[in-house]
């Protein structure tokens, strides 16, 4: 990770009834392998979470000064230590709002890549635990939660700055079932213009349908399993799916093809997409659940291993799983 910047707060609000306080770090945290590590844990645990929100800043920077503060920072006009402090004081008078209580550290990181410049607002709790010690007694031990981001935001810097103004720059996840904690939170970050990801997601793939529905199917199938693929790569490292690179990888010899589809079917959708997973898994695998039974499989056994008969509203399952057969004959050996 090429991290330029990064520090840690405390925020405690203990009871309802009073203010949250804040312990503020002096400087910033000393970059070694053991911090790059944790840096790296919590992104990793951010870039996986499936419930962020995309959107931009709120213009009301009266209300919602964090962006005012991050521009100041980026032009040199304020060190990043004094934009830290700042935005926590901030977070404590949208805390002190609610009743909501917290004991947790966030953590600020700016990093440099060669794709984007991001800043990113952690906010983790503190787990207890055991461990055997070297006279092999048990004793208590206190480490951070990396693996569990409570709360948390990143903000494309470059892309915040740059001309194009529809591009959803910010991501937020917010804390399901702490709607109070969650909202203080928004707030604080000023995140405002929700994208509807699945609405953009399902408009995407009906244009990938209408770009394979005339291809030879064995094609079709694999330029479909191509695309959910890149997406779902993409979308793990924390990336957008970028249209254009996408169609060089579907189309070697014309790279320029799938782009042109897609702007002619869909000139709604941006350049770049935050692909829904759940919808992207969907497209390619066929998959249905009730109380008495669960099944999925992926698409293309449709018509071949499996056919559908919609008269009689039966499946017919042919080629059955090694594993499931013998699952299948032991129970009826049993029965």
């Given amino acids: 990770m090429a991290i330029s910047h990064l520090i840690a707060h405390r925020v405690q609000r203990l009871s309802p009834t009073t203010p949250a306080l804040v312990d503020l770090r002096d400087d910033e945290l000393p970059r070694d392998g053991k911090i790059e590590e944790c840096a790296r844990e919590l992104k990793l645990c951010f870039v996986k979470k499936l419930s962020k929100i995309h959107g931009r800043f709120s213009s009301d920077m009266a209300m919602h000064p964090f962006s005012n503060w991050i521009a100041e920072c980026v032009e040199e006009k304020m060190g990043f230590v004094s934009l830290t402090e700042k935005a926590m004081k901030h977070f404590k008078l949208e805390l002190d709002k609610t009743e909501a209580l917290l004991d ?6 700016q990093e440099t890549l060669e794709h ?18 070297g006279d092999l007694n048990i004793s208590d031990s206190v480490y951070l939660d990396t693996n569990n981001i409570t709360l948390g935001a990143k903000v494309n810097l470059r892309e915040w700055q740059g001309e194009d103004k529809q591009l959803n720059y910010l991501s937020v996840l917010p804390w399901r079932g702490e709607k109070e904690l969650s909202d203080a939170f928004v707030a604080f970050i000023g995140f405002t213009d929700k994208a509807d990801v699945k609405e953009e997601t399902e408009a995407f793939l009906d244009a990938v349908d209408s770009y394979t529905k005339d291809l030879p199917e064995e094609i079709a199938i694999e330029t479909r399993e191509k695309v959910v693929n890149y997406c779902l790569e993409e979308d793990k490292a924390g990336r957008r799916v970028v249209i254009a690179e996408l169609s060089s990888q579907i189309d070697s010899e014309n790279k ?4 042109k589809h897609v702007v002619a079917e869909k000139p709604q959708l941006k350049t770049e997409l935050i692909p829904d997973r759940a919808q992207m898994r969907q497209y390619i695998r066929i998959s249905g659940r009730d109380n008495m039974l669960s099944m999925s499989f992926d698409s293309k056994c449709l018509g071949e291993s499996i056919l559908y008969d919609q008269t009689s509203d039966t499946l017919t399952i042919s080629k059955i799983p090694t594993a499931l057969k013998s699952r299948l004959l032991k129970h009826l050996r049993s029965s």
Wanted: no cysteine; glycine share 4%.
């Fill in 104 to 109: 947790a550290y966030v953590f600020f990181v």
């Fill in 116 to 133: 984007a410049d991001e800043l990113s607002v952690y906010v983790v709790d503190h787990l207890n635990g055991q461990y055997i010690d």
């Fill in 256 to 259: 320029e093809k799938f782009e």
